[in-house]
């Protein structure tokens, strides 16, 4: 009888009133165990519900729903520590000082639980953050999010920021100034060619970056500042020095082959072993953090073997150490005069994580041959291979053409993998744009 009590309380409350009611609503709470992690799914959305019902009764309904009965168990824990759901049913019932209360409680318990573990400092920050900071540190972190379309529209915003807001400013500046691989830094600084006009001097730029590289100085010089090659920095190492590295192979998995084949290429035009230079960079990036691998089987080991040949393509640290490394390379190649400047942006450009033309493509309209999505089931496993195709085949293209493409990406005959999303452009209203993209995926490939 205990899962349908909240039915009779709804009962109870349309024929009877909510005072009379009220009983049942103590007993749902009670005897389903809705203030433990027991439960249900639908726990907190009741306990809501009951304070907005009963806000004038609110220390009378968590007396009596909190007061233990007997011994404890296993199922009545929960009444010896507040919950955040007791911190929800405060807010509903527009109890906002004891919910702050109970939060301030919270963690306090919990600080003093953790506070024995060897935990970085930004965990456990000593001075506590000003509120008007916090959704800026939120928005800062949300760029490095492992997806390269999240990082676009992260960048967007943040360069909105840059010009309107001030305080957001030294924000930037402090996040740039903690950055740790070359990769990451450059990837930041290109936020600042979405900005016009530029919201920082160069002299403050320069005083937090902690490792220039050759395309840093790139991006500086895009923006209108003037570059200092001859200060990039890379590792001097001996013959000895220079060999395979198995870690770094272990890394790659997932990472685009881009890397690898620009370094080979301009092994084979110098004659040189760039690829175990590259290794001991990579070895010497590593050493700045705590570097950890991705295994990608511990996540889909129950539908693919460990041998199989799958790949992912996720942006991290492991991504992140590689094209750092490349960059160093990259730079020693162009000090010691084995690149010069006239070849030098093909082989930096691409480390670019947006630019020119995608960053200003957008798409402006629903596409005509855009398909009907109510069209498709997407009940589960009645969505077989075969209604996927021919939901795919009503795909036309007539003058336009999709420069970013995501899913649905077929599987087998369990259904869809992952869905995406498309952007699209008219090839009559960006022909130029179309023409200087693919010319230049052309001259990399």
């Given at each position: 009888?205990?899962p349908s009590i909240?039915?009779i309380?709804?009962?109870s409350?349309?024929?009877?009133g909510?005072?009379t009611?009220?009983k049942?609503?103590?007993?749902d709470?009670?005897?389903?165990q ?5 439960g249900g799914?639908?726990a907190?959305?009741?306990l ?16 009596s ?19 955040d ?19 301030e ?22 001075k506590?953050?000003?509120?008007t ?12 999010v492992?997806?390269?379309?999240a990082r ?14 001030g305080?957001?400013?030294?924000l930037?500046?402090e996040?740039l ?5 070359e990769?990451?830094i ?7 060619k979405?900005?016009?006009?530029v ?11 902690r490792h ?9 010089e ?15 190492f ?8 198995e ?8 990472v685009?082959n ?7 290429r301009?092994?084979r035009?110098?004659?040189?072993r760039?690829d ?10 590593t050493k ?5 691998f991705f295994n990608?089987?511990d ?11 799958v ?7 492991c991504?992140?150490a590689?094209?750092?490394a ?6 020693y ?22 630019g020119?033309p995608?960053?200003d493509?957008?798409?402006s ?7 009907d999505?109510?069209?498709?089931n ?13 939901f ?9 053409v ?5 899913g649905?990406?077929r599987s087998?005959e ?5 869905d ?5 452009v008219?090839e009559e209203d960006?022909?130029?744009q179309?023409?200087e ?5 052309y001259?990399?490939?």
């Amino acid at each position: 009888m205990n899962p349908s009590i909240g039915e009779i309380f709804e009962l109870s409350q349309r024929l009877q009133g909510k005072n009379t009611a009220y009983k049942w609503a103590l007993r749902d709470v009670k005897f389903n165990q809705l203030w433990s992690a027991y439960g249900g799914r639908d726990a907190t959305g009741k306990l809501k519900k009951y304070a907005r019902i009963y806000k004038k009764k609110w220390q009378d309904f968590l007396q009596s729903t909190l007061a233990h009965e007997g011994k404890s168990t296993r199922l009545n824990l929960w009444n010896l520590a507040p919950t955040d759901d007791l911190v929800a049913f405060l807010i509903e019932a527009e109890q906002f000082d004891e919910a702050v209360a109970v939060t301030e409680a919270m963690l306090i318990g919990f600080e003093a639980g953790v506070q024995h573990l060897n935990l970085p400092s930004e965990y456990l920050p000593l001075k506590a953050e000003d509120q008007t900071n916090v959704s800026g540190r939120m928005l800062l972190s949300y760029f490095f999010v492992p997806d390269k379309v999240a990082r676009l529209k992260a960048a967007k915003e943040i360069s909105n920021l840059l010009l309107d807001e001030g305080n957001f400013r030294n924000l930037y500046l402090e996040k740039l100034g903690t950055l740790l691989y070359e990769a990451d830094i450059c990837d930041f600084l290109s936020v600042l060619k979405l900005s016009d006009p530029v919201p920082f001097s160069e002299s403050e730029i320069r005083s937090v970056l902690r490792h220039p590289s050759v395309l840093s100085e790139y991006i500086l010089e895009t923006l209108g500042f003037s570059p200092q090659f001859e200060n990039l920095e890379y590792s001097e190492f001996s013959n000895g020095d220079l060999r395979p590295s198995e870690r770094m192979e272990r890394s790659k998995n997932g990472v685009p082959n881009i890397w690898s084949m620009q370094i080979h290429r301009l092994s084979r035009a110098c004659g040189l072993r760039l690829d175990l230079r590259i290794a001991a960079e990579w070895e010497e990036l590593t050493k700045r953090k705590p570097f950890l691998f991705f295994n990608h089987t511990d996540y889909i080991s129950e539908k693919y073997h460990s041998l199989d040949n799958v790949s992912c393509s996720l942006s991290w640290n492991c991504e992140s150490a590689i094209v750092s490394a490349y960059l160093r390379t990259i730079g020693y190649c162009f000090v010691k005069g084995i690149l010069d400047s006239a070849n030098l942006a093909e082989y930096i450009v691409p480390a670019l994580p947006f630019g020119e033309p995608l960053s200003d493509i957008s798409p402006s309209q629903r596409p005509d041959f855009w398909p009907d999505f109510g069209n498709l089931n997407m009940s589960g496993s009645e969505l077989s291979d075969a209604v996927l195709q021919h939901f795919l085949n009503e795909w036309k293209l007539p003058s336009e053409v999709p420069l970013f493409a995501s899913g649905p990406l077929r599987s087998d005959e369990r259904g869809i993998d992952i869905d995406w999303e498309c952007m699209v452009v008219s090839e009559e209203d960006h022909q130029g744009q179309l023409t200087e993209l693919f010319g230049h995926i052309y001259s990399c490939a």
